[in-house]
C-alpha cells in the first residue's frame, strides 16, 4: 500500500476531476499528493493499492466516488487570525470606517469565501465581539463557505484540538471563548452561533446573496488557474458593495486578473477595494 506515486493515467484522472469539479490546479510532479491523499480512501474501500482503487474508479467499477476524492485532495491548511496584519488592520482601520459607513443602516455584511475549519470567521467574531461591542445591536450578517462537507461539518462544531488553538489564539482569547472538554477545546456558544456556514463551490453559480461589505477570499485562489480567478473576481465585483473590502491571502493578487479592483497601498495586507469607490 505505501507506494507514494500513481501511474500518469490515474494523475491525469484525479487532475481532471479536480479541476472540473472545483477548479483546483494539480501540476504534473504531485503524483505523490494524490498517492499520500488517497491512499487512506483506498484502505477505507479495501483496494490492494492507490493506483488499484482510482483504475476501479475510472473504469466505472466503483461509483459516486469524486466529492470523496475532492474531499480527500483539498489543502485545508488554516489558523486562527491567520497572517495577524490582516487582523490588525481590519480592527484599527477596515471595520471602524466600515461601521462609521454603515451608522445609518446599522447592518453589516461579511462573507469568508473558503472558510476550512472554521478559525477565520470565528477570529471575525472575536474580533466583533472583543473591540466593536456596539455591533451588539446591529445586524451582522457573519456567513462563512467552503466546499467541503467535511470542513463545513468540523467548523460548525467548533471544535479544535490543542494544536489548533496554539496557532495564532492568543491565550486570553482561548481562555475567554473556549472550554475545555477532554483533549478538545469548544468555541462559545455566542460566537459559535453567530457564524452561519454554507456550502458554497465558489467555481460553479453561487446563491443569490447580499451585497457584502467585507470579503475574505484567502488561500484558495492560489489553487486555481487565472481563467478561474479572472471569472471569480469578475463575480466577487457583483456582490461587494461599491465601497466594502476585499481582503485576497498574503500569495494572492487582482493583477492582471481583474480590473476591477485596486489595492489599497495605505493598508498593510492584501485589501482591495472596487475602482468605482474612488
Ligand atoms: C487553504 S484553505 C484556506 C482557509 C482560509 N481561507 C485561510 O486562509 O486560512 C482553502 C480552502 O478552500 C476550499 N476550497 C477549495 N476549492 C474550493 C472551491 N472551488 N470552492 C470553495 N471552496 C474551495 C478548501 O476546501 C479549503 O477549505
Redesign the pocket.
Known amino acids: 500500500m505505501a507506494n507514494w506515486s500513481v501511474t500518469p493515467e490515474n494523475f491525469q484522472f484525479v487532475a481532471k476531476l479536480l479541476h472540473e469539479q472545483?477548479?483546483?490546479v494539480l501540476e504534473s510532479g504531485k503524483e505523490y499528493l494524490v498517492a499520500s491523499r488517497l491512499t487512506p480512501l483506498a484502505q477505507k474501500h479495501q483496494a490492494g493499492s492507490v493506483d488499484l482503487w482510482i483504475e476501479r474508479v475510472r473504469d466505472g467499477r466503483v461509483n459516486n466516488m469524486a466529492p470523496e476524492i475532492i474531499e480527500a485532495m483539498?489543502?485545508?491548511?488554516?489558523?486562527f487570525f491567520?497572517d495577524l496584519h490582516p487582523f490588525e488592520t481590519l480592527k484599527k482601520f477596515v471595520l471602524p470606517e466600515l461601521i462609521e459607513r454603515r451608522g445609518a443602516e446599522r447592518r453589516l455584511n461579511i462573507w469568508?469565501?473558503?472558510?476550512?475549519?472554521g478559525?477565520?470567521p470565528y477570529s471575525v467574531a472575536m474580533l466583533l465581539h472583543e473591540y466593536f461591542p456596539g455591533l451588539s445591536t446591529w445586524r451582522v450578517n457573519l456567513a462563512a463557505?467552503?466546499?467541503?462537507h467535511a470542513?463545513l461539518e468540523r467548523a460548525r462544531a467548533g471544535r479544535y484540538s490543542q494544536l489548533e488553538v496554539n496557532r495564532g489564539l492568543p491565550t486570553p482569547l482561548l481562555l475567554k471563548w473556549f472550554r475545555q472538554e477532554g483533549a478538545f477545546w469548544c468555541i462559545d456558544d455566542r460566537l459559535r452561533k453567530a457564524v452561519d456556514f454554507a456550502p458554497?463551490?465558489?467555481?460553479r453559480p453561487w446563491p443569490s446573496m447580499p451585497m457584502w461589505d467585507l470579503i475574505?477570499l484567502?488561500?484558495?485562489m492560489i489553487?486555481f488557474d487565472n481563467e478561474i480567478k479572472r471569472s471569480i473576481l469578475e463575480r466577487v465585483e457583483r456582490v461587494l458593495r461599491p465601497d466594502g473590502y476585499l481582503l485576497l491571502?498574503g500569495a494572492e493578487t487582482t493583477l492582471n486578473l481583474s480590473d476591477a479592483f485596486y489595492r489599497v497601498e495605505s493598508l498593510p495586507a492584501g485589501f482591495y477595494r472596487r475602482k468605482s469607490s474612488r
Open positions: 472545483c477548479g483546483l483539498v489543502t485545508t491548511e488554516t489558523s491567520r469568508c469565501a473558503a472558510s476550512s475549519s478559525q477565520e463557505t467552503d466546499l467541503s470542513m458554497i463551490n465558489l467555481t475574505f484567502r488561500n484558495v489553487y491571502g
